[in-house]
């Protein structure tokens, strides 16, 4: 039996899911990944800055930002 993943396999299919779409937009309009990843920075921020933690909405946004980085 395998051991149990603790990664949120949904977040985890969000970001890689978002991460495509934002890399195939960008080969149609040039620029929109670094606008895109400028928006996710200014979220990332705006939810960190929020009164309750929301760890894995931050995780997820880190993991997006990751995989569209990635070549």
Avoid: C
């Amino acid at each position: 039996m395998s051991d149990k993943n603790s990664i949120n396999q949904t977040h985890l299919i969000i970001s890689a899911i978002t991460a495509s779409l934002i890399k195939a937009l960008d080969k149609q309009s040039p620029g929109l990944k670094v606008e895109f990843l400028s928006e996710l920075k200014e979220q990332y921020y705006e939810i960190r800055e929020k009164e309750l933690v929301h760890n894995e909405a931050l995780e997820t946004l880190i993991w997006t930002k990751e995989l569209i980085e990635k070549n």
